[in-house]
């Protein structure tokens, strides 16, 4: 069986990962652990559009301040921009429900959705696959503050880390929704093309999740979540209520297993509708709280929504 997530990992909550694709990479990643890795400045292009193609990803504007006098006060004195356009990245959502779900469906048919449960796991395996070509600059959620930066003193000759920390994860402000988590790798050599490669150790942590029967419109009263398990199937249907984002499943740690399942709102369990008997269906502890739909995470086989 699947060990789904890094043994050494007890945190409370666990954020989960999605990654939107054609039902046939999807199945790649599945079934061979395929990734795929392409510098910033791919997104620049125009044929990508949508929520996807930036004219400037990767780009940062550190507007640098000079103090005059105490009449003159502090006043813009130059802009010093870092580009770091040849960095890698692998893009994930931090919620299956972002902006990116409409992207995904909308412009480009991908009702396919693989749920990366450890994240950290998959970043290593592709650095200890493409070490010593790369070089690991880190991970985490993009911040979405606009690619002005003000305040940062004399500029150096040279950008500093935090500059191209800065370049790497921070988009402007209408990109927010995508709610985007990214690992980014600096290149060592002549590196400018996507790199393709199969990981087959980063299939212990995913799980495919299907949503050709789910209407990003929203236009429905109720959603239906099916988990399989080695077992059975469990279902909840529930009255649909803003916002959807909610409805993301989420991974907790009850202090002896991992669960997959669902943070409920007051109302979701008072309209709810379960099916699958279980332990786990509503469970509640001292460490976790109140979960939803929630199984051992180990036991999980696929996930499915339904607008009904």
Same mark, same amino acid.
């Given at each position: 069986? *699947? ?18 694709? $054609? $039902? ?9 652990? %395929? ?6 400045? $791919?997104?620049?292009?125009? !044929? ?12 940062? !504007?550190? !507007? ?26 692998? +893009?994930?959502? /931090? ?15 991908? /009702?396919? +959705? ?27 959620? +993009? ?21 191209? $920390? ?9 990109? *927010? ?23 087959? *150790? ?9 949503? %050709?029967?789910?209407? *990003? ?24 209520? !803003? ?22 709102? /007051? ?17 509640? %502890? ?7 739909? +929630? ?6 086989? /696929? ?6």
């Amino acid at each position: 069986m *699947a060990k789904k997530i890094s043994l050494n990992k007890t945190e409370k909550r666990i954020q989960p990962c999605f990654k939107f694709l $054609e $039902e046939r990479w999807a199945n790649e990643m599945l079934e061979f652990g %395929s990734v795929k890795i392409s510098p910033m400045r $791919e997104f620049r292009k125009s !044929h990508h559009g949508g929520l996807i193609q930036d004219d400037e990803e990767g780009i940062a !504007h550190f !507007h640098s301040l000079t103090f005059g006098t105490r009449w003159e006060g502090v006043f813009n004195n130059s802009i010093f921009d870092v580009d770091i356009g040849d960095a890698f990245i692998y +893009c994930t959502t /931090s919620n299956i429900f972002s902006e990116t779900l409409n992207w995904a469906l909308k412009e480009n048919g991908r /009702s396919s +959705c693989v749920l990366i449960t450890d994240i950290q796991a998959l970043h290593s395996a592709i650095s200890d696959e493409l070490h010593p070509d790369l070089r690991f600059l880190g991970e985490r959620n +993009c911040e979405y503050l606009g690619r002005n930066v003000h305040g940062v003193g004399i500029p150096p000759s040279n950008p500093t880390q935090r500059m191209k $920390e800065t370049a790497a994860w921070r988009k402007p402000r209408r990109f *927010a929704e995508q709610a985007e988590f990214r690992g980014v790798w600096v290149p060592k050599a002549d590196l400018t093309e996507p790199i393709a490669k199969r990981l087959p *150790a980063i299939k212990d942590f995913l799980i495919p999740v299907d949503l %050709s029967e789910f209407d *990003a419109n929203l236009c429905f009263d109720r959603l239906a979540i099916e988990i399989k398990t080695t077992t059975q199937v469990h279902r909840a249907d529930l009255e649909f209520i !803003h916002p959807i984002q909610s409805y993301s499943p989420m991974i907790f740690w009850d202090g002896d297993t991992h669960l997959l399942g669902l943070e409920p709102k /007051s109302n979701w369990v008072r309209g709810a509708s379960l099916k699958g008997p279980s332990q786990y269906n509503v469970f509640a %502890s001292s460490v976790s709280g109140t979960l939803l739909l +929630c199984v051992r995470l180990e036991d999980v086989l /696929s996930i499915s929504y339904k607008s009904i």
